[in-house]
């Protein structure tokens, strides 16, 4: 059965994926809908089509969730066209003043699970198949006050190039996705608003159904990274040109 996983598909840009994909692939003959809210995953289901879609409510940063995951690929051997790593979070506050739990469990979901996923879910993914993985332009360049949350993309951006050339011989691409600021669920969960950092009040917005719709072509091209918006394009440029140091201050979240 042609299957498509999303991650944090609850709400926002995992939203978005699903619909993207009922779209532009209607070969698509199952949905895995993941993330913790039953009642959301089970929403989208009536708008994709119930009898097409999994809804699996698991937290992806539990031991017991990650391997209720593996035995339902193991139980259902379902052929995966597409994967999208949607899942993730950040918080935008000095290091010292995070609570060291939610410093951890950025890198356990934003990382750690999102490897785990991968990892379990390559057996399943037919030739030609495609793995998106949600990076971000805080994985450019190390940012204060998202400390955690930039390293953990930064991760999610090299994890992916790597996987793309490992996984050429084998027709599956793997695109990373760096979208700017979003008005999703993202940015309350961050304690991201109107005041708290003036970087992200000026912004501009990425929205959440193009980065969708746009990053599916771009990944059907086989692009390895897709970044919406001249501006952010921009800022990459910078990232890689300019020392580190002065790209932080430039930021200024």
């Known amino acids: 059965m042609i299957t498509a996983i999303i991650t944090g598909a609850s709400s926002g840009l995992g939203k978005e994926y699903a619909i993207a994909l009922k779209e532009k692939y209607p070969e698509i003959e199952s949905f895995w809908l993941i993330a913790r809210r039953r009642e959301k995953l089970e929403e989208l289901a009536e708008i994709l089509g119930k009898d097409k879609c999994f809804v699996l409510p698991i937290d992806l940063k539990s031991k017991d969730g990650l ?14 066209r597409f994967l999208i790593n949607n899942a993730g979070f950040g918080k935008l506050e000095y290091f010292e003043n995070i609570p060291a739990e ?19 879910t390559l057996p399943y993914i037919i ?29 999610v951006m090299s994890l992916s ?8 011989p084998k027709k599956i691409n793997v695109l990373a996705v760096c979208p700017g600021p979003m008005d999703t669920e993202f940015l309350p969960v961050a304690n991201i608003e109107k005041g708290t ?37 921009f800022y990459r440029v910078l990232a890689k040109i300019l020392p580190h140091s002065l790209v932080m201050k430039i930021a200024g979240t």
């Open 67 to 80: 391997s209720e995951f593996r035995q339902a690929l193991s139980d259902s051997q379902p052929e995966v």
């Open 102 to 120: 939610d410093c951890a469990d950025q890198v356990t979901l934003n990382c750690a699970a999102l490897t785990f996923i991968t990892r379990a």
């Open 127 to 155: 030739k030609t198949g495609e793995i998106i993985n949600i990076a971000s332009i805080a994985s450019f360049a190390p940012n204060i006050r998202m400390a955690v949350y930039s390293s953990t993309k930064a991760y």
């Open 161 to 168: 190039r790597a996987l793309r050339e490992e996984l050429k």
């Open 197 to 233: 950092s003036k970087m992200f009040d000026t912004l501009p917005r990425s929205n959440p159904a193009i980065v969708a719709r746009k990053s599916l072509i771009y990944s059907a091209k086989a692009r390895s990274v897709y970044t919406p918006k001249f501006l952010f394009k």
